[in-house]
């Protein structure tokens, strides 16, 4: 990164939120892709954006793309992330008033636009954002230029959450704790320290009416510390989620997948018990990455592997399921990827050409057959079961 664009995105410190311009940032790029390729659309996200950047970025187009290069390798999926978690805070807003929901409340709201691109709340649902007064002001200043004034449906209140209880400025904002309630924590509480987190959903349990939802995503302590274990066990975790709680899953992608045990895992497990030494010969690749297991995690990711066996979930799973696999596989034998996708009703199992890393290599072997599938599920067309590719 050059030093002129370094001193650009420095610019505003201790000023409005850089990190929500960057999302604002990620909501235009996916906006920009066709209509059918896009996952969803934010015609306001332009507008949060500093034009000084935007010039620059249109004026070096090749130290644009290397930042977006570097960003990929230093932090691999993270748009694609940040873009499925934007498009899923979506549809629950967007059914949020046929749910029965009045209020929603947006904690860090930074420049999120689903009040005025999000026509089910308009005229149902009263909506209260809240960020810190730096933000906030730059915020209120777009808004009413892009729309002529602000929208009667929409309360900004200037707080800092981490700065005393924001309780009192909700409420003389006009929320009433007797209302079923929508609160949406997006890309926020990984930035607050456990006491505050802890503070933060209690005091919603004690000022939100029955029927109230909380909708977050966090980054869990095991994997920012490395003591996770489950790394490389996604697949597994959301087959066991989909097949007990079949109501808040609507579609489903399994990537590199497998129902039980692989066979390499058993062997480095047995390895590892009986012939020291050696494992870090047969894993050594996988200490060698940018984001590394430790040891000790490693051992305790093989052992819940082991453990894992989901098969007789597959046949509870009611949502749409998509199976994405590299037929040169060398870790997950064909044999269980088929075994996954037989055990699901109606599955998609896509075969594309590559090995276990395939979609890092090449996102677009994954993010194709993604999006297509993705675009069935939201437009309601019969979908096609059975093995492509």
Request: with cysteine; hydrophobic share 40%; proline share 7%.
């Amino acid at each position: 990164m050059t030093k002129e664009l370094n001193a650009l995105w420095s610019s505003r410190t201790g000023g409005p939120s850089m990190m929500a311009e960057g999302i604002a940032l990620q909501r235009f790029a996916e906006s920009m892709l066709p209509e059918d390729v896009r996952i969803f659309s934010d015609p306001y996200a332009i507008h949060f954006l500093d034009p000084v950047k935007v010039a620059w970025a249109k004026e070096h187009p090749a130290e644009t793309q290397a930042l977006a290069a570097e960003v990929e390798r230093k932090m691999p999926g993270w748009d694609n992330a940040i873009r499925g978690r934007i498009r899923y805070f979506d549809d629950v807003v967007r059914n949020a008033s046929s749910e029965g929901f009045t209020q929603v409340v947006i904690l860090g709201a930074g420049y999120d636009a689903r009040a005025y691109r999000i026509d089910t709340l308009k005229g149902h649902t009263r909506v209260f954002e809240i960020d810190r007064p730096a933000t906030q002001e730059r915020k209120t200043g777009i808004v009413t230029k892009v729309f002529g004034q602000l929208p009667d449906h929409v309360s900004f209140i200037p707080h800092d959450i981490g700065q005393g209880p924001w309780w009192p400025a909700l409420e003389t904002a006009g929320y009433s704790p007797a209302k079923k309630t929508l609160f949406l924590l997006e890309g926020l509480v990984m930035y607050l320290p456990r006491p505050a987190v802890r503070e933060l959903l209690a005091g919603i349990a004690g000022h939100a009416a029955a029927g109230s939802t909380v909708l977050f995503d966090f980054v869990p302590q095991s994997m920012a510390d490395g003591s996770s274990d489950a790394a490389s066990m996604g697949s597994q975790v959301a087959q066991v989620f989909a097949a007990k709680y079949p109501d808040r899953v609507r579609s489903l992608i399994l990537v590199v997948g497998f129902p039980r045990a692989l066979p390499l895992m058993k062997a480095i497990g047995y390895v590892a018990t009986h012939m020291p030494g050696i494992k870090e010969k047969m894993t050594g690749w996988m200490f060698k990455q940018p984001y590394p297991p430790t040891p000790a995690s490693f051992d305790r990711m093989t052992k819940a592997a082991n453990r894992c066996d989901t098969r007789p979930l597959l046949k509870t799973i009611r949502a749409p399921t998509l199976i994405v696999n590299g037929r040169q596989d060398g870790i997950v034998p064909m044999k269980l990827t088929r075994e996954l996708a037989d055990g699901i009703p109606d599955a998609r199992l896509v075969l594309v050409d590559g090995d276990h890393l395939f979609s890092a290599k090449d996102p677009d072997l994954l993010v194709v057959p993604a999006r297509a599938f993705m675009a069935e599920v939201d437009g309601g067309t019969e979908r096609t079961a059975g093995e492509v590719g």
